[in-house]
């Protein structure tokens, strides 16, 4: 951009600002090609915007920056500044702009989902956060620790844990299941427990997994001297015992704060551009997990990114704890607590403690970031050393930060799809995923579908960058035809590999070679005439072999669902009435021929363009009474029809 251009543009952005009005609202800063850059909130709009064009900017880091690449300016006026915070939190997630800090949606992590207006209820894994009337835990940082905890409820609550169409079969057959037998089921489908019951059940282990353990043990002790008196003994027993091992559960969780209430306790830590988030939940006193966000490449300020990952981590319908602890002050924290006390129904404290317990967890906070910190960096070197090894083992002509691979899958020759994974310093980068449905390969042919698959890549190079590195599941023929894939599209900068496993010599031999009880790979590259053969526990062959593992098992996943989708399909062809369009809205609503099979005649009513009288076909189709079964000569399965899940 001329001087010129940059003055006009620079006079056109003033008067628009001046003609900003002095009300509360978000505004959104934007590059030359319409991307956001930066989304803020403002008590004044007018005051804000104009403070990062006046000389020397409002003093924040990130102003020498951003103000050069703005080009755009667009503002959003609200009533108050309460809503301009939750409209900074939804722009925020919807544009992801480069130089705000955002949290990962609530989809990335584990949680659980239970659903009190079903007749059972059960615990079922999730990784979406809804407001559908649904109760939801978590979330869970790793799904280890999600599957201990339902184990530990289970053993405490003996909860259903089977889908609604394994429930309704042993409902058929009248009898429970193994878990029953080994006292981790109460068989709600044979009605061994009463619907009363099974309820109890369902809100202690919702008190339980909230922290709420002093009013489950009030309740339970409460429960267990009425039964006695009423001179129900065994009803009595059950409930002691489970109170026992309530007990013996929770003394195993140290106790970190002598005060009974629920905190959530955050801790900040930077190491230039590189920042850590951690926070420990706290409930009843007791630490009950903690999570940790990283974030790289940050240009805010400490107290902007800490508003701004609070505001965020409590946006949706996460549990809010009655305080919430930081290190340092942010910016309009009196907005926050009142967004929290509308959504609780109680006040939500947020405080900077200076002393005393509540600043000794705020210490915790942080040195647990601190040692997050150092063990991202030290993982981030072993990376980086790892490539640096890959590209002398390989000869590249740079280091290979960024790896593609691709992979072909199909069955018996028929229904072709291939995968693209990407790793970036040695990682997994989920955001370069990507699946492709082979159109135009002949029946078993690998080589024409790998054209297909790199003709495309080839294609969007202009908005999706090469790789240092494009690595393919397969031999020299293989790495020939993408060679010539490339050759004739006029690319000869990218680096090329191919990677298969090494075989037994012998004809017909498919035994993989070993060597040390580790399988072993050949690596083949273009211009040189063997293999290379790497050590089997070489750093650089474990990475492309976790490259080539990783793709090979997203093809496959991609595979499977087209399978399932074309199952669905081709099974409800069978079904009069159910046409594309209805078949189309069955797999929108549900996703899948297991969602389909799972659900209740009255999930299937409410999917939209599904009458009353289609979900009742369609329920019995999937669900045939035992007289139907026998009719059919199918003995015990699931389907007259012997469908697949």
Not at 377 to 404: F, K, N
Not at 510 to 520: E, Q, T
Request: charged share 30%; glycine share 8%; with cysteine.
């Amino acid at each position: 951009m001329s001087g010129e251009e940059g003055s006009r543009l620079e006079e056109s952005l003033r008067e628009r600002i001046q003609g900003l009005p002095a009300e509360p609202g978000v505004y959104l800063f934007r590059d030359a090609g319409g991307q956001v850059l930066y989304v803020g909130k403002a008590q004044s709009l007018r005051a804000r915007v104009r403070s990062y064009f006046t000389r020397g900017g409002d003093g924040r880091h990130r102003i020498q920056s951003l103000v050069p690449r703005i080009r755009e300016l667009e503002v959003v006026v609200t009533t108050n500044v309460k809503e301009a915070l939750l409209l900074e939190n939804q722009l925020i997630k919807k544009h992801h702009p480069r130089f705000n800090v955002g949290l990962r949606d609530d989809k990335n992590y584990l949680g659980l989902r239970l659903d009190p207006r079903v007749r059972h209820p059960r615990f079922t894994e999730t990784r979406r956060f809804r407001r559908d009337g649904a109760t939801y835990l978590g979330p869970y940082t790793s799904s280890g620790a999600l599957r201990e905890t339902l184990h530990v409820i289970q053993k405490l609550f003996p909860l259903r844990t089977c889908t609604d169409a394994v429930f309704s079969s042993y409902r058929r057959k009248g009898r429970p299941c193994l878990e029953h037998s080994v006292g981790r089921c109460a068989a709600p489908c044979c009605n061994r427990i009463s619907d009363e019951a099974y309820g109890e059940l369902v809100d202690g282990a919702v008190l339980f997994l909230r922290g709420r353990v002093g009013d489950l043990v009030r309740r339970l002790r409460e429960q267990m001297t009425a039964a006695a008196a009423e001179e129900r003994f065994e009803e009595a027993t059950r409930l002691r015992d489970r109170l026992l091992a309530i007990e013996r559960t929770v003394e195993r969780q140290a106790m970190i704060s002598t005060r009974l209430v629920d905190r959530d306790v955050f801790g900040l830590v930077r190491q230039g551009d590189r920042i850590e988030v951690q926070v420990l939940h706290v409930r009843q006193g007791k630490l009950l997990g903690n999570s940790t966000h990283s974030f790289r490449d940050v240009r805010l300020d400490d107290a902007e990114v800490l508003a701004s990952v609070v505001a965020q981590f409590y946006d949706g319908d996460r549990d809010l704890p009655r305080e919430v602890l930081l290190p340092f002050e942010v910016e309009g924290p009196e907005t926050l607590e009142e967004v929290w006390r509308e959504r609780a129904g109680r006040v939500v404290r947020l405080l900077v403690p200076r002393r005393g317990e509540r600043r000794q967890l705020v210490q915790m906070a942080l040195r647990n970031a601190e040692l997050a910190l150092e063990e991202r960096a030290r993982r981030e070197r072993s990376h980086l050393e790892t490539i640096e090894v890959l590209q002398q083992a390989l000869r590249l002509p740079r280091l290979p930060r960024r790896i593609e691979c691709y992979d072909i899958s199909h069955l018996h020759g028929a229904m072709h799809v291939g995968s693209r994974v990407m790793f970036v310093d040695g990682l997994p980068h989920k955001n370069g995923y990507r699946r492709y449905k082979i159109r135009d390969s002949g029946h078993g042919d690998d080589y024409a579908a790998i054209r297909e698959v790199l003709r495309r890549r080839v294609q969007r190079l202009d908005q999706d960058p090469a790789p240092d590195l494009l690595l393919l599941d397969g031999g020299k023929g293989h790495l020939n035809t993408a060679n010539a894939v490339l050759g004739d599209a006029g690319i000869t900068e990218i680096p090329l590999a191919a990677i298969a496993k090494e075989r037994e010599e012998g004809a017909g031999s498919s035994r993989v070679r070993r060597h040390g009880g580790l399988k072993r790979e050949k690596v083949f590259l273009l211009n040189v005439k063997d293999p290379v053969i790497l050590l089997a526990d070489s750093p650089a062959l474990l990475l492309l072999q976790r490259v080539r593992d990783e793709s090979h098992r997203f093809a496959i996943q991609y595979h499977r669902k087209l399978r399932s989708q074309r199952a669905l399909r081709s099974v409800l062809d069978e079904l009069p009435g159910i046409g594309p369009a209805k078949r189309q809205a069955l797999l929108r609503g549900l996703g899948s021929l297991q969602q389909v099979r799972a659900a209740s005649e009255e999930e299937l009513a409410r999917i939209p363009k599904i009458t009353r009288a289609d979900a009742a076909l369609l329920y019995r189709f999937f669900h045939p009474p035992p007289e139907d079964r026998s009719s059919e000569g199918e003995g015990d399965s699931e389907s007259p029809f012997g469908v697949e899940p």
